[in-house]
């Protein structure tokens, strides 16, 4: 896709969602968008969630998903941007060897247990010399964050933060770039591109987001958005601060890898 024809992502993101989570996900869905004109259809989305994430990298394409929660294949059902939907777990994906040309799988390898046995079954899913990509976190997380930036300065301590926050973020696997690479590479995969992104400034205002969101979960309560209106929208004083990070989302002190993979012949 024309770098020229790209939505602005970060401005959607930052209407919609609160502050942490828009931040990560203009960035992943700007990386999407530069690289999506390689996926070959049919496409899988594994973790497919309620849909919203397809919904804006794939407007036209012949896309399925599987996801273990109902709730949200029944929100990703309404939004009729899937040709298909499944509710499975990606350990043992519904469809047929080879069913497909391109796989993809975003912000999800991370909190997946059994890792090893889901990449198989995407593995056999995914057609000879077809695309995989990724994104994932990597062991980078953890001492990137602000919180714990500032309990390591002030008492030593910034890993009692980093582990509260990857519990609460289900995080099971957060290996290094490598660790990453080899597992592809064990289920069949060569890696053919890996693109580090989220770098340090980036991850401690993200950081910062979960708690600057706290007002708006109240709003997200009463009344099912985020935002009560665009000029009511608290994450607008951040969109020319973010804007660099967004418009050029590579960054070698990234500590999330995207991730492109080729199935061998």
């Given at each position: 896709?024309?770098?020229?024809?790209?939505?602005?992502?970060?401005?959607?993101?930052?209407?919609?969602?609160?502050?942490?989570?828009?931040?990560?996900?203009?960035?992943?869905?700007?990386?999407?968008?530069?690289?999506?004109?390689?996926?070959?259809?049919?496409?899988?989305?594994?973790?497919?969630?309620?849909?919203?994430?397809?919904?804006?990298?794939?407007?036209?394409?012949?896309?399925?998903?599987?996801?273990?929660?109902?709730?949200?294949?029944?929100?990703?059902?309404?939004?009729?941007?899937?040709?298909?939907?499944?509710?499975?777990?990606?350990s043992a994906?519904?469809?047929?060897?080879?069913?497909?040309?391109?796989?993809?799988?975003?912000?999800?390898?991370?909190?997946?247990?059994?890792?090893?046995?889901?990449?198989?079954?995407?593995?056999?899913?995914?057609?000879?010399?077809?695309?995989?990509?990724?994104?994932?976190?990597?062991?980078?997380?953890?001492?990137?964050?602000?919180?714990?930036?500032?309990?390591?300065?002030?008492?030593?301590?910034?890993?009692?933060?980093?582990?509260?926050?990857?519990?609460?973020?289900?995080?099971?696997?957060?290996?290094?770039?490598?660790?990453?690479?080899?597992?592809?590479?064990?289920?069949?995969?060569?890696?053919?591109?890996?693109?580090?992104?989220?770098?340090?400034?980036?991850?401690?205002?993200?950081?910062?987001?979960?708690?600057?969101?706290?007002?708006?979960?109240?709003?997200?309560?009463l009344t099912?958005?985020?935002?009560?209106?665009?000029?009511?929208?608290?994450?607008?004083?951040?969109?020319?601060?973010?804007?660099?990070?967004?418009?050029n989302p590579?960054?070698?002190?990234?500590?999330?890898?995207?991730?492109?993979?080729?199935?061998?012949?």
């Amino acid at each position: 896709m024309s770098m020229t024809t790209m939505p602005d992502l970060l401005h959607a993101y930052l209407s919609e969602l609160p502050l942490h989570r828009a931040i990560i996900r203009a960035i992943e869905a700007r990386l999407y968008r530069m690289y999506v004109g390689y996926l070959q259809e049919p496409v899988l989305d594994v973790g497919s969630g309620d849909g919203s994430f397809a919904q804006v990298i794939f407007s036209h394409a012949e896309v399925y998903g599987i996801d273990p929660l109902t709730k949200d294949t029944r929100e990703a059902f309404e939004r009729g941007c899937y040709r298909g939907l499944s509710v499975a777990n990606g350990s043992a994906i519904p469809h047929s060897d080879h069913a497909f040309a391109s796989v993809f799988c975003n912000c999800v390898l991370e909190h997946v247990v059994p890792l090893r046995e889901t990449l198989a079954e995407i593995a056999r899913v995914t057609a000879p010399g077809g695309l995989f990509i990724a994104t994932v976190v990597t062991d980078r997380h953890s001492d990137s964050l602000l919180g714990y930036a500032i309990l390591q300065r002030l008492f030593g301590q910034g890993k009692i933060y980093s582990d509260f926050l990857n519990n609460m973020a289900n995080h099971h696997n957060l290996l290094s770039r490598e660790g990453w690479v080899a597992e592809m590479e064990r289920v069949g995969f060569e890696v053919i591109e890996r693109i580090p992104y989220m770098g340090l400034r980036t991850m401690k205002v993200f950081d910062f987001g979960h708690y600057y969101a706290l007002p708006s979960l109240l709003t997200y309560k009463l009344t099912g958005r985020w935002h009560l209106s665009t000029k009511l929208n608290i994450n607008r004083v951040w969109e020319q601060f973010l804007r660099e990070s967004y418009e050029n989302p590579i960054a070698e002190d990234g500590t999330c890898l995207f991730m492109i993979c080729r199935k061998r012949k």
